[in-house]
């Protein structure tokens, strides 16, 4: 079975932190771009942060831009998003993608991406 499954989210304080991370299942996702992407109640989803299969090129929103990086653990077949100097309009379900033909400069949400995880609830709140 492919898929992909995220896992990290959760509650956390304003100028805190999060981990997340994004397993793939029966495929290897070093062979693919890797997006994440975000949807804020009553907002257009987000893309936050994408990288092509090699890893030379990745995109940041502006709004995550010096807070958020994105990242691989090649050993665990996953993807990561570290999250620090969280704010309040960060909170959304987070999810992750897996592509072939991923362009990390569009990281666009509402692409027809070949894998998607089902996403994970952060919430970021005093």
């Known amino acids: 079975q492919l898929h992909l499954v995220e896992s990290g989210g959760g509650l956390v304080q304003p100028g805190g932190s999060l981990s997340l991370s994004c397993v793939a299942s029966?495929?290897?996702?070093?062979?693919?771009?890797i997006g994440w992407f975000r949807q804020a109640p009553g907002k257009e989803r987000e893309g936050v942060s994408c990288m092509n299969d090699s890893g030379a090129r990745t995109y940041y929103a502006d709004s995550v831009k010096d807070r958020f990086t994105i990242s691989r653990d090649p050993a665990k077949n996953a993807a990561v998003l570290q999250m620090n100097s969280l704010k309040p309009e960060d909170t959304g379900v987070y999810y992750c993608?897996?592509?072939?033909?991923?362009?990390?400069?569009?990281?666009?949400?509402?692409?027809?991406?070949?894998?998607r995880g089902q996403g994970t609830q952060v919430t970021v709140s005093s």
């Open positions: 993608v897996a592509d072939r033909l991923l362009i990390p400069e569009l990281c666009i949400p509402e692409a027809d991406y070949k894998y």
């Open positions: 029966g495929f290897t996702l070093e062979d693919y771009g």
